[in-house]
């Protein structure tokens, strides 16, 4: 009489180190895209990773997690330290009792009203409601606010 083995079925499961790297190549896969700014899915979607081992990954790797978070992160903290460094050349410049620019004091204005600090006092009374947000639109608003704070910056050197 013959006995029948079963055969497990499927793809046979990843030893640790492999696991390892495996989350070690799919984060390199995904940081140039979330860097940019597109969401989870998206990158997901243009380096053909699979929604499902990502998000088993995630769950199961807390430092995964936060690797994939800073890079989500990148642009916020890009732009808030060309923001820091513009606020900090105006603090310099008043500290020497110099007038500020236009550029300065348009610059300002604009933190005024649309920084969080500062938009109960002298921000626009628009509320936003979560069928307004893009993020795409919000991209772009950091692009932009990025590509002005760097012309200035090449204008102060010359």
Known sequence: MR????????????TEAQKIQRK???????????????SVNKAL?????????FYKFMSEDRLFGEKIAQFRQF??????QAIVHELFAI???QN????????????????????NLCRE?????????????????????VKQIIEQSTAKEIQHIN
């Open 24 to 38: 070690e190549y799919l984060s390199e896969k995904l940081k140039p895209y979330l860097m940019s700014g597109l």
């Open 75 to 80: 642009i916020g903290v890009l732009a808030n």
């Open 121 to 141: 006092e002298w921000g626009r009374r628009t509320s936003v409601s979560s069928y307004d947000f893009d993020p795409e639109i919000e991209i772009q608003k």
């Open 96 to 115: 020497r009792n110099e007038l500020l620019s236009k550029d300065d004091r348009e610059f300002l204005w604009w933190y005024a009203i649309n920084s």
């Open 91 to 93: 603090v310099e410049k």
């Open 45 to 53: 979607r243009e380096t053909k990773v699979a929604n499902s081992e």
């Open 3 to 14: 006995t029948l083995i079963k055969h497990p079925g499927g793809r046979p499961r990843l």
